[in-house]
């Protein structure tokens, strides 16, 4: 997956920088949510479940707004094999998330951070070559 940013306009919320869409953005913080409310781990069969309810609508969510008008509870629906291809997969491509083969549980990660120093790294490195 490519990240594309504007390093004069960064946003403070890493959803806006990793998704292209505000739907994408809106079901990465949903799972991640999901995930983090259960320890930080959910396996394969939990994943599977959470991406079904999302197709079939299921994921209600109240949107935090002042308005007493604006502020009831939404539906939110989400194809399940666009979640697979365009939130899980890249998610676990970027190392937000790992999967362990071993015990089918996927794992909120910090890989992220670790392979974005490297990135950084590489660049120096770059910079330093004649």
């Known amino acids: 997956m490519v990240i594309l940013f504007d390093q004069q306009n960064l946003p403070e919320d890493i959803f ?3 998704f292209a869409t505000e739907q994408q ?9 999901h ?3 259960n320890g930080g781990e959910i396996g394969k069969t939990e994943m599977g479940i959470f991406a079904q309810k999302l197709h079939d ?10 308005s007493p008008i604006l502020n009831r509870e939404v539906k939110i629906s989400y194809n399940k094999r666009q979640f697979y291809d365009r939130i899980l997969t890249p998610m676990r491509g970027m190392g937000l998330i790992d999967y362990d ?6 794992k909120l ?4 951070n670790k ?5 950084g790294l590489i ?3 770059e910079l330093e070559r004649k």
């Open 16 to 18: 806006k920088i990793v």
């Open 25 to 33: 953005e809106l079901v990465g913080r949903l799972l991640f949510s």
């Open 35 to 37: 995930i983090k409310g």
């Open 57 to 66: 609508g299921e994921i209600i969510i109240k949107p935090e707004g002042k």
């Open 101 to 106: 083969l071993y015990k089918k549980t996927y």
């Open 109 to 112: 990660s910090d890989r992220f």
């Open 115 to 119: 392979l974005m120093i490297k990135v």
């Open 123 to 125: 660049w120096l490195k």
